[in-house]
């Protein structure tokens, strides 16, 4: 160990368990790329502004959970805690939702960061795939967010999460509700910091997790009985969407998210395996969040998969994850002679499309044998003076244990073929 630790509420992904995090960033944009998402990248810190005005200031995200800073030349930024305000910020920067093809439809892959207090599935810098479709109000798009999700969970072998679904209504309905819940939630006996949030935000304080306050919000309004006709049309065809896709979903009352741009439906996928950080991803429609960063109006929905809580889950379910063996052929020299030439034959199968690796640091065969099985390597190439001076080297078949002599100025076809006919 070194004098250093990764920082506190962070970990370093090594190998092997490193291959799952790629394999489940794959797995999760896999159904978006084949739909029409395109590839977008924004920096990992932005205007402070963005996120205090996007993402909201009562939410815990803004007001205790960001790494805030100035830097030497005066300016406030913030490493990015979320995806889509900074998303938004770019395609609006960037015209794309002038282009005249709307919606825009973008999916992301990167590291967050949220200053929170560290526990299993929780930590300080962690990773999500997000995806966003701007620029369209439409139930379809909001079932297809919701399909694609199902459809990379399912693509990875999990089978116990569940998929809950609200609406949050809109600038209709959503206001008089807010009053009505306001008025229930002022008669509670609740503390100091609960009261504040009832006069900032109050449907936050339906989702407050302590048993205590759920007790007394038995009874509360809720805001499915307060939904305006749009927004019950609209959360219908929603949910008649997902089930004709065979998407099963559980409706949600209570669900409320603890972001404020979020706007009619509004989703989240838990995981029944991981205890209390049970969410592996969360999203819904963002109708209003273009204006409230300066833009025009552009109503859209997004979501965001946890990676490291995905990982948690496919654990927790016991899945494997068939990652191939990262090398194919392992080259083992006997001598210095017999180095050179391998390493070439290395250097020759990988311009040719084969993983292969080499014993390096002059080890003796036993040890080099090892690395060899170590490897997952399916041939092991091995000579020594006597086969190069016959011209030959001899592959061996790490499955069946056979062993023969190959020509030199074969070997590479030879590996190349056996390779694709096991495939086959
Ligand atoms: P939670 O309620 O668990 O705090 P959240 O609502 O804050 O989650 P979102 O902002 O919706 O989470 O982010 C989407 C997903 O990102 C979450 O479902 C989760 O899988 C993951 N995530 C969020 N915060 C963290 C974190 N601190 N550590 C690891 N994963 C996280
Ligand atoms: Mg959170």
Redesign the pocket.
Known sequence: MSTFQAPKGTYDLTPPRSAKFLAVREAISAPLRDSGYGYIETPGFEDVNLFARGVGESTD?VSKEMYAFETRGGDKLALRP?GTASVLRAALEANLHKAGNLPVKLWYSGSYY?Y?RPQA???RH?S?VGAEAIGAEDPALDAELIILADQAYRSLGLTEFRILLNSLGDKECRPAYREVLQDFLRDLDLDEETRRRIEINPLRVLDDKRADVQKQLVGAPMLRDHLCDACKAYHEEVRVLLTAAGVVYEDDEKLV???DYYTRTTFEFVHDGLGS?S????GGRYDGLSEMIGGPALPSVGW???V??TVLALEAEGIELPIPAATSVYAVPLGEEARRVLFGVVTQLRREGVAADFAFGGRGLKGAMKSANRSGARFTIVAGERDLAEGNVQLKDMESGEQEAVALADVTGTIRGKLSASDG
């Open positions: 995200i979320e949220r929170e599935g929780r930590y962690f999500q998210r603890g972001l950080q969410a592996v991803g969360g965001a998969l946890g490291d809580r």
